[in-house]
């Protein structure tokens, strides 16, 4: 079976509760061989016509006890499977919106959003199924057969043998096609993406659409998507379906194998009929495992195509970073003494190392007390100038300053404290509008929020409904006005 190595490395962590996982799943397999052990003896007894109900007892009461304690360890095995996977599912989310944190709003401004929110949400519970099941189920297909074999070749070596060259073999056949398979699964994960994609712009942007009419359209490409993915996703069943039927042929294969050729050799008094019974019982542990395994494979195999996508993200260079001295030795001083200053210096800047600026050589100083109107048409680079000072990204050349310091040497959390920015495109949370305002400060009393709610032209939506400020505002929010403006202070 195919591992991805680098989903491997996420489970460093947790590795110890794998293997015991593991280990607690060994153990179900050995009760198992155990009770078919001996429900191969009572077999033998019953056929020969030997048996009496009192010399059966107490394999009788041993198989019992075996078939509990089996049950109970696959029990356990599952508790501390969900228990390391949700584990691992937080570890992962904590790294993953830390570096979507440091990435910051500049980055995912240039990538689909709902490409990443997939990745996010529903790539990391894609692999709950690999961290907790898969993985530990692994070991266990792969050391059980073995450890089967050794008991086998105890009672027989060559029924074992041949048990073990067909278990091996349906252990490697998934390998053989596992490009198909992978090639499939990512298919599918990209028509997902394409899909989430679009369906969350769809949703965004619904007034445009009906502004404009385009609902229908809007809606053909959704379905469009969608069906690309209903044909992708059946592409991944039949990968999965064919493999599947792959291994349950070995397995089919080597039971057949192994029952042919003992029967011949106990018909030739070559072996005794009870170890016949015993090896072939077995036979039903040795590829227990690797069935259980054929039915996580297509869980191994989406996680696998989803961990591309989240390791995307996670290898998407962090461009703006706190000054190294601040990451050095703490935050640096609060600038009490920042004046409230801002000055361009032969600034430049493209987006994307695009070949036209959407800066060029831009310089200018606004003093304290001063207010500053840019007038430009769409795509002057207006906004840029404001997402430069709030260091969304920074300038390819030059310098912004703020109170004299490069804003390089400033904390982002320093320097986003002091800028405020009203867009031209407000969004507003989910929430009432109280909620809303107070995003600005989280602390602010309900006379400040009175102060506030007209400057924001809040006032009269609050005063037409009978909660005033406890109106829930919905999703995308309505326009605020128009152009940024900001205020240093
Ligand atoms: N995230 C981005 N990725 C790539 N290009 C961008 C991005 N944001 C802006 N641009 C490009 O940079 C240029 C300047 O854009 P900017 O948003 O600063 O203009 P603006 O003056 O604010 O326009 P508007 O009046 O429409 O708000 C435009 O050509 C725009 O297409
Ligand atoms: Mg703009």
Not at 43 to 70: C, D, H, K, Q, Y
Not at 233 to 260: P, R
Not at 331 to 345: D, G, R, V, W, Y
């Amino acid at each position: 079976m195919y591992l991805h190595p680098r989903l491997l490395s996420l489970a460093a962590d947790v590795r110890w509760r794998i293997i015991i996982s593991a280990v607690v799943g060994m153990l179900a397999t050995a009760a198992g061989v155990a009770r078919l052990a001996v429900a191969a003896v009572i077999i033998v007894e019953v056929v020969r016509g030997n048996a009496t109900f009192e010399s059966l007892t107490w394999p009788l009461v041993i198989m019992a006890v075996l078939i509990v304690a089996r049950a109970y360890l696959q029990y356990l095995q599952e508790v501390m499977s969900h228990h390391t996977a949700s584990l691992v599912k937080v570890k992962l989310r904590e790294r993953l919106y830390e570096h979507s944190l440091a990435l910051g709003p500049g980055h995912f401004d240039s990538s689909r959003t709902g490409d990443a929110l997939m990745s996010l949400a529903e790539g990391v519970e894609r692999l709950e199924a690999f961290f907790g099941r898969y993985l530990p189920q692994m070991i266990v297909a792969a050391l059980a057969p073995v450890v089967i074999f050794i008991f086998m070749a105890l009672i027989d070596f060559r029924t074992g043998l041949v048990f073990l060259a067909f278990a091996l073999l349906t252990l490697v056949i998934p390998n053989l096609f596992h490009r198909w398979n992978r090639e499939r699964s990512m298919a599918r994960r990209d028509a997902y993406g394409a899909l989430g994609a679009d369906f969350l712009d769809a949703v965004q942007g619904l007034a445009t659409l009906k502004a404009f009419g385009q609902s229908r359209d809007r809606g053909e490409l959704l379905a469009e998507r969608a069906r690309n993915l209903f044909r992708t996703t059946m592409g991944v069943l039949a990968a999965n379906a064919a493999t599947g039927a792959l291994t349950i042929l070995g397995i089919t294969g080597g039971a057949a194998v192994a029952l042919g050729w003992g029967a011949v050799r106990v018909a030739d008094g070559d072996l005794e009929l009870r170890a016949l019974m015993i090896v072939l019982m077995l036979g039903v542990e040795v590829f227990r495992p690797l069935r259980e395994l054929v039915q996580l494979y297509h869980d191994g195999v989406m996680a696998m195509s989803s961990a591309e996508g989240i390791f995307a993200i996670m290898d998407s260079p962090v461009t703006v970073r706190d000054p190294e001295r601040a990451t050095a030795n703490g935050p640096a001083p609060a600038s009490t003494a920042l004046k409230p200053e801002i000055a361009f210096e032969n600034v430049s800047h493209a987006y994307n190392e695009g070949r036209r600026p959407a800066l060029h050589d831009l310089s200018f100083t606004l003093h304290e007390g001063e207010t500053l109107g840019l007038v430009g048409p769409s795509g002057a680079g207006k906004s840029t100038i404001v997402w430069l000072m709030l260091r969304f990204f920074d300038p390819q050349e030059g310098v912004v300053r703020m109170g004299g310091r490069d804003v390089r040497d400033i904390t982002l959390e320093e320097l986003r404290e002091r800028v405020s920015v009203v867009t031209q495109d407000t969004y507003l949370f989910h929430g009432t509008v109280a909620d809303n305002l107070r995003f600005g400060n989280p602390r602010a009393t309900q006379a400040e929020l009175e102060e506030a709610a007209p400057a924001a032209h809040q006032h009269r939506l609050a005063d037409n409904h009978p909660q005033r400020d406890e109106t829930e505002g919905g999703g995308r929010g309505v326009g605020g006005c128009g152009g940024p403006e900001a205020r240093d202070g």
